[in-house]
């Protein structure tokens, strides 16, 4: 079945006002579903709540801290703010918030196993739906390094195929504007920062790619050079 199929089956069995998935490799403080749905009934307007996290890796050591200011900001723009969310994807730690189940309803649905399908769905969200974050760390996230991970737990699922993918990225790329393109979820006046996020995005994708390409060819001494040189072209450093 997979892990997808596991958040829309029990989103789809949720009857309640308010819903959250929790990954079962996460920990949470006893107050992170109190304090996030204090803000839902404070704020009307709010369609998702959310803290700020501590990641663990595997080995059950600090990987990092994420927060979210950018949603605290009084110069809040959703525009601003999506050009920020799709290259970080860190951004997708939203999906394990508190939401509203009738906001969630019109796109629980588009999750599938495609590689970092809950970065695009998260972003559509983000054309319509007000974020709110919680200056707190409330949430500990189990953090696996790269989707090779994905691939080597779920070996026999498509999931684990599509995570193990080497085209992964460009797959992304192609798929994502061409996705929020065909959303019926996003206004037709919004869809015209669609070009101007796909642009922001290719960057990303672009960063992850050289970085994959730089870990094979660093291997190779004839290779690492031109690597570097890439890797460093890519991120707007010349070629020194």
Aim: hydrophobic share 40%; proline share 4%.
């Amino acid at each position: 079945m997979g892990p997808t199929f596991n958040f829309q089956f029990v989103f789809g069995q949720a009857t309640g006002e308010y819903f959250m998935w929790a990954a079962d490799d996460d920990e949470w403080e006893p107050l992170f579903v109190d304090t996030l749905l204090l803000r839902l009934e404070k704020y009307s307007e709010v369609s998702v709540a959310m803290s700020g996290v501590k990641r663990i890796d595997e080995s059950g050591n600090l990987y990092d801290i994420i927060r979210f200011p950018e949603l605290t900001d009084i110069k809040y723009h959703q525009f601003k703010f999506l050009l920020f969310a799709v290259c970080h994807r860190e951004i997708t730690l939203y999906m394990y918030g508190l939401f509203r189940s009738k906001s969630l309803k019109k796109f629980y649905q588009n999750l599938d196993n495609s590689f970092a399908s809950d970065l695009v769905v998260i972003c559509e969200m983000l054309f319509t739906l007000r974020f709110h974050y919680v200056d707190c760390i409330l949430l500990n996230n189990r953090y696996y390094l790269n989707s090779g991970d994905t691939a080597a737990r779920y070996p026999d699922e498509e999931i684990g195929k599509n995570y193990g993918n080497r085209f992964n990225y460009p797959k992304l790329f192609f798929r994502f504007g061409f996705y929020l393109c065909r959303s019926k979820n996003i206004p037709v006046n919004r869809k015209l920062w669609i070009p101007f996020l796909v642009f922001r995005h290719g960057i990303w994708v672009s960063e992850n790619i050289a970085y994959m390409l730089f870990l094979i060819a660093k291997k190779n001494p004839v290779l690492c050079p031109l690597a570097v040189r890439f890797r460093n072209f890519v991120r707007g450093k010349g070629s020194t």
